[in-house]
């Protein structure tokens, strides 16, 4: 396909991106009301005016900013309908339907309110507005799932596989990972069939994704003492850096401490800069941010890549997405009364 059309509707979008000192002035916003009143002088004003007439304060932001992000995404895969790449950038845009799912599987199996539930999910996948607004009034986990097979939905098969475990365990990490495993085995399995530059391109960011995500996996199963074989079934296969052999020497090392020592010399030796006081405590959350920070930045990063690629999409709605996460937890803090060092660590620079 023929990119030069595409990446300049893009980088046309990119100009409009929040930048660093815009970012800034909403940190120092007061209160919603001074945040709302900046935020209308962007790209969300014509959301924000809508969302005004039926609601208010943070839910105003929350529903202005998910249906500004549904719209953008749904604007970059119009461009390429029909085309060759749709199909990549289709593999990027279910990376939400993973995510829905399992929002909306957490909600159920606390009970919570099906509209509380909808608010957190972002119908950017094949699981659209509609579909999610289903999904959400079910009454448990075993209905949404039932729902999702009587849909034809691909991911209700490896919930109904692993279903029974689930009802035994009761651990939603089961049903968490099979989803996970589905989505990448599914997204490597069409991208090897793919030899162009842009399935390439691709590639290398959904196997950094599954880096990201057995890393973590290994610093968990560190701080919670769980047995090795156990864990061993959590690890995504995929990647040819990071394959078991080496996650599990990884593990092996029974420390925080010791796993940090061994990803020196690789690309995540950033994580070994983390500060001491958080490796005593093993206090997860710090490396699992960290991995974030550096996952979208690599993603950002291809804003340098080839400009007649898919790397260019790929980069826009890896910068979209952080912006649109960076506003809504500037506004949680401020309802939470947060300080503004929590509000700062939270957020995630591009």
């Known amino acids: 396909m023929e990119f030069a059309y595409v990446n300049a509707r893009i980088r046309g979008m990119r100009s409009r991106l929040l930048d660093r000192s815009l970012l800034e002035q909403l940190i120092n916003k ?3 009301d001074s945040l709302i009143a900046e935020l209308e002088k962007t790209a969300y004003r014509q959301e924000l005016e809508k969302a005004g007439v039926l609601f208010s304060g943070i839910t105003r932001i929350e529903v202005a900013i998910r249906k500004d992000l549904v719209r953008t995404f749904r604007t970059i895969l119009n461009f390429i309908k029909g085309e060759d790449a749709e199909k990549l950038l289709t593999i990027i845009l279910n990376r939400w339907d993973i995510q829905n799912i399992k929002t909306i599987l957490r909600g159920k199996k606390i009970q919570a309110i099906p509209s509380e539930i909808l608010e957190c999910t972002i119908p950017a996948g094949q699981l659209d507005e509609a579909a999610l607004t289903e999904l959400v009034k079910q009454p448990d986990v075993k209905t949404v ?5 009587t849909w034809g939905i691909a991911y209700a098969r490896p919930l109904i596989l692993n279903f029974k475990e689930y009802t035994e365990t009761r651990d939603m990490q089961v049903l968490e990972y099979a989803l996970d495993t589905f989505y990448y085995e599914n997204a490597l399995s069409v991208l090897k069939k793919d030899e162009s530059e842009d399935a390439r391109i691709l ?31 959590y690890f995504i296969k995929g990647s040819t ?3 078991t052999k080496k996650l599990l020497s990884l593990m092996k090392t029974g420390t925080i401490e010791g796993a940090l020592k061994e990803l020196e010399y ?3 030796q950033f994580l070994t800069k983390i500060p001491q006081e958080y490796i005593a405590v093993e206090k ?12 979208v930045k690599k993603a950002v990063s291809q804003f340098l890549g080839n400009p007649l690629s898919i790397a260019i999409p790929i980069a826009y709605i890896w910068a ?16 939470a009364e947060m300080s503004e060092k929590e509000l700062r660590e939270a957020l995630i620079y591009v």
Not at 209 to 226: A, C, F, G, H, S
Not at 321 to 333: D, G, K, L, M, Q
């Open 320 to 335: 979209k997405y952080t912006e649109v996460t960076n506003i809504r937890v500037i506004a949680r803090c401020k309802i």
């Open 266 to 268: 690789t690309p995540y």
């Open 241 to 243: 850096e990071f394959d």
């Open 284 to 295: 997860i959350s710090a490396f699992e941010k960290e991995m974030e920070r550096y996952l």
């Open 145 to 149: 799932i039932d729902l999702l097979a």
């Open 30 to 32: 007061p209160d919603l």
């Open 203 to 233: 590639k290398r960011m959904i196997i950094t994704e599954i880096d990201v995500n057995n890393i973590k996996t290994v610093l968990r199963v560190i701080r919670d003492r769980i047995d090795r074989e156990e864990a061993e079934r």
